[in-house]
């Protein structure tokens, strides 16, 4: 199975939070990647420490980070008109469904997409 791990993955499985999915076992059971939207998320704190830094960027070494392209951008416009997800949410969408991929995401706002292609597996 093709899985786009979105953002909130990343961060929780970090932040050790309850419930937290561990990147790293899905990428030993399936073919896992993320959008350059999360590595753009998960990097763009002012206060990020280096330790915080450094764990993302070992994980960023493990999961491939798709970058952007047109058939991408052309979903992401599609989706954004089609449903009221915000931008990066639609970004990450339109990087799944390229590439026939679920996103693995807590986010609630997936969950209650009406956007047909978009496939969701939730994590909690």
Do not use: W
């Amino acid at each position: 199975m093709k899985l786009v791990l979105d953002t909130n993955v990343i961060i929780d499985f970090l932040k050790q939070t309850p419930d937290a999915v561990d990147p790293l076992a899905l990428i030993e059971e399936h073919e896992c990647f993320v959008s350059v939207i999360t590595k753009l998320e998960l990097l763009k704190y002012p206060g990020i420490t280096t330790a915080e830094e450094e764990k993302i960027l070992n994980i960023l070494q493990i999961v491939p980070v798709m970058p952007m392209n047109t058939a991408i951008e052309n979903e992401t416009i599609a989706i954004s008109r089609a449903t009221k997800l915000k931008l990066p949410d639609a970004i990450i969408g339109a990087t799944a469904i390229v590439y026939d991929a679920e996103v693995v995401s807590s986010d609630p706002h997936f969950f209650k997409c009406p956007y047909p292609a978009l496939r969701i597996l939730k994590t909690s």
